[in-house]
């Protein structure tokens, strides 16, 4: 079946424009998780959903950071202002249910370039 | 808050050679662990876990990690690698029972691995 699909794969913008990221899980898959994977940084959690809230949201850098989730599916990551630290591999994963057993599963990414 | 140390940032062998990577991690309690593999222009994907029972766990590929609670580490093997193991690796943890934070996974800085012909 089809996996976790995130558009678009590369975006270049310019420092201070907004940008948003979008993905789409796993059928039926009602957890969804964001990272961002970044030279120097690896890998770091931003938000979790579960449907469509999201009890952790720990992870998000700043108030620039927001996320939402609608009908329990497509998650959109928004990054306003966007600043050259932004600049990262921005990556989606879902699981089949928001438990601490459940594999979660990545889609290939958004590569986020700030000029 | 956890943390995950991967010791080796860039591991260069040849086919047949064995691999040990090292993954330890910093929690006093209960942990699930897990490492994920990324090959070149591929997503993540997930090599093994471990949540509880033998500590000695397998996955794809001939792949196996072993859990030693008291090292608190979860370094991966393999006995015989091949062209084709070379990609990156990431260990990873979770730690369940904590609430909302249970969930987010938490990551080693990865280790490369080049595997020669």
């Known amino acids: 079946g089809a996996g976790v699909s995130q558009s678009p794969s590369n975006k270049v913008t310019e420092k201070g424009k907004d940008v948003e990221l979008r993905c789409d899980p796993i059928?039926?898959?009602?957890?969804l998780y964001w990272y961002r994977q970044s030279l120097g940084q690896g890998l770091e959690f931003l938000i979790y959903f579960q449907g469509n809230s999201a009890p952790d949201k720990s992870g998000l850098p700043s108030d620039r950071f927001s996320a939402e989730r609608t009908g329990g599916s497509v998650s959109t990551l928004t990054i306003q202002r966007t600043q050259q630290e932004d600049s990262a591999v921005y990556l989606c994963a879902s699981s089949l249910k928001s438990s601490d057993s459940y594999e979660q599963y990545f889609g290939p990414g958004t590569r986020l370039t700030v000029t | 808050a956890q943390s995950v140390s991967q010791h080796n940032h860039h591991v260069i062998l040849s086919e047949a050679a064995s691999l040990e990577l090292g993954c330890n991690y910093s929690y006093g309690g209960t942990v699930n662990l897990f490492w994920y593999v990324q090959y070149p222009g591929q997503h993540l994907q997930l090599l093994l876990k471990?949540?509880?029972?033998?500590?000695l766990v397998k996955g794809i590929k001939g792949f196996e990690a072993e859990f030693i609670k008291s090292k608190f580490s979860f370094n991966l093997r393999k006995p015989s690698v091949q062209w084709s193991d070379t990609a990156e690796y990431f260990c990873a943890v979770n730690v369940p029972y904590s609430g909302a934070g249970s969930y987010q996974l938490t990551f080693g800085k990865g280790t490369k691995l080049s595997v020669i012909p």
């Open positions: 059928s039926g898959h009602t957890a």
């Open positions: 471990y949540f509880s029972g033998d500590p």
